[in-house]
Nanobody, 126 residues
Framework: QVQLVESGGGLVQAGGSLRLSCAAS????????LGWYRQAPGKQRELVAAISSGGRTSGRTNYTDSVKGRFTISRDNAKNTVYLQMNSLKPEDTAVYYCNVKGSLVFAGRPSFNSWGQGTQVTVSS
């Protein structure tokens, strides 16, 4: 009922930049939160950055400590799209990045949804 399409991953040298995008479509009534997670080989999936949408906390962001000052999450409400601008990339940022969107559907009762993107590979060479 909700589809997420990610783009923007790739191979970059240390110190370089990449911008990830994730567009949500489908039977969306509202979006409450958007986030980016990553999973490196042999490691658990971790939250990289998140941004709230709607309500009193709309626009509030939080980041994992290792990316603070280097990554910026933003959203375009009109396009139901979330971005992750990644600067000063390091080899330890190498991972598959997944977007996550939470909200409610247009159907009666406004059921909630929690959808994941397909993942995009980010590789940072030293």
């Amino acid at each position: 009922q909700v589809q997420l399409v990610e783009s923007g991953g790739g191979l970059v040298q240390a110190g370089g930049s990449l911008r990830l995008s994730c567009a949500a479509s489908g039977s969306i009534f509202s979006i409450n939160a958007l986030g980016w997670y990553r999973q490196a080989p042999g490691k658990q999936r971790e939250l990289v950055a998140a941004i709230s949408s709607g309500g009193r906390t709309s626009g509030r962001t939080n980041y994992t400590d290792s990316v603070k000052g280097r990554f910026t999450i933003s959203r375009d409400n009109a396009k139901n799209t979330v971005y992750l601008q990644m600067n000063s990339l390091k080899p330890e940022d190498t991972a598959v990045y997944y977007c996550n969107v939470k909200g409610s559907l247009v159907f009666a009762g406004r059921p909630s949804f929690n959808s994941w993107g397909q993942g995009t590979q980010v590789t940072v060479s030293s």
